[in-house]
Structure formats: structure tokens, C-alpha cells
């Protein structure tokens, strides 16, 4: 059991959520990649990957070699803050890009909604610790979710789909972490709300 947890903790690692939930968003809602051809899909995933799980992961590694965190799991709250942080920045730099591309506004709020939902477990973080995990997931469940309510796209089974896999990995984060129930909760809680609430009052917003 506990090899399984440690597998999908892995698999559904927060890095690699940004660029999933894009690639579900692009796959499931015909308004996001309308004028967009699969090698410019590609490209696209391509640059947010870049942005959202390359450079944050070697920033990490740089931290690790400096001491400042020691191991990529970063058990202590502490050890959090700092690759948090650069990662926020990464976002930030992500959606800069994202602005200067012909995509969709609303691809534009989902990494809004990424960096919102990272913005909150940082501050989160300075005193309390909150699973990363749960975070990364919700959000993704939350990106879902609001594309649905405003597209209606018959997103029930990918819905389904991907709370399970929440709740899989809620579990595995119990079994192979130092997080309590509460921290699993909130991470959740704050990885749902903020995407959820950037997609559908984002659009409005100029870009």
C-alpha cells in the first residue's frame, strides 16, 4: 500500500498540474483551442512546462545543493517557503508570456488561478503547513468545474474521474506524509476555490 501511495504522489506531483489541468482544459472545451492547431497546442503546453515544472524543479535542486531545503520532499513547513515563492514568480512570468500569445483569455485564468491557489498555501505556510498535493489537484478540479458551469460541457465523468483521483491521493498523502486531515482539507479548500473563482470572474478582466 504504502509503494502505491508513494507512486501516485509522485504520478500527481503539484509541478506537473499546471500543464495537466491546461491539457484537460484544451482537450475537454472546444472554446480554448478553437484557433488553435495541434502543433500550437503543443507548443503551448510546451512553454508552461517549461515555466511550471522545469525551472521551479531546478531552482529546487539549486536550494537543495545550498542547504536551504534538505530533500525534494521538504517535510519541514519551512523548507517550503522559499521554492513556493520562486515558483509563484515562475507563474507570474508564465502568464507575461501567456499575454503575448493568441490563446483564450480563459487560458490566461487558469494560470492565473494556479498562481492564486500558490500565492494562498504560501501565505498558508508562514504559519501553518498545508499538503502542496491537494492544492495542485483541486485546482485542476476546480478549472474543470468552472469551464463546465460556463460552457456546459458535459464534464460529469472527467469530474468524476478526477475526484477520485483526489481522493486517492488525499489518502496517499495521509499514508506517506506528516499531513493531518485538516491540511489535506484546506489544501482542497484552496486549490478549488481559487481556480474555480478565477475562471469564472477572470474572463471580465482586461487583458
Keep these: 500500500m504504502i509503494?502505491?501511495?508513494r507512486l501516485l504522489s509522485y504520478a500527481l506531483h503539484p509541478l506537473l498540474m499546471p500543464v495537466l489541468t491546461l491539457w484537460v482544459a484544451?482537450?475537454?472545451?472546444?472554446h480554448l483551442g478553437y484557433f488553435l492547431p495541434d502543433e500550437s497546442r503543443w507548443k503551448l503546453l510546451a512553454i508552461v512546462a517549461l515555466m511550471t515544472i522545469v525551472f521551479p524543479l531546478t531552482s529546487t535542486l539549486l536550494l537543495r545543493s545550498a542547504g536551504v531545503v534538505r530533500s525534494l520532499q521538504?517535510?519541514?513547513r519551512q523548507e517550503r517557503i522559499a521554492p513556493f515563492v520562486m515558483t509563484l514568480l515562475y507563474y507570474v512570468m508564465a502568464g507575461y508570456l501567456l499575454t503575448r500569445a493568441p490563446v483564450h483569455p480563459l487560458t490566461l485564468t487558469l494560470i492565473a488561478g494556479a498562481a492564486l491557489a500558490l500565492l494562498l498555501?504560501?501565505?498558508i505556510t508562514l504559519?501553518?503547513?498545508i499538503s502542496a498535493h491537494m492544492v495542485g489537484i483541486s485546482g485542476c478540479i476546480g478549472a474543470v468545474a468552472a469551464l463546465d458551469a460556463l460552457h456546459g460541457l458535459g464534464a460529469f465523468v472527467p469530474l468524476c474521474a478526477l475526484l477520485l483521483l483526489a481522493g486517492a491521493l488525499g489518502t496517499a498523502r495521509l499514508l506517506t506524509s506528516d499531513h493531518t486531515p485538516g491540511q489535506v482539507y484546506a489544501g482542497a479548500a484552496v486549490g478549488f476555490g481559487s481556480v474555480f473563482a478565477a475562471v469564472l470572474w477572470m474572463p471580465a478582466w482586461p487583458f
Excluded: G, S, Y
Design 127 to 129: 504559519r501553518w503547513k
Design 74 to 76: 521538504m517535510h519541514a
Design 26 to 30: 484544451l482537450e475537454l472545451d472546444p
Design 121 to 123: 498555501a504560501t501565505l
Design 3 to 5: 509503494p502505491l501511495a
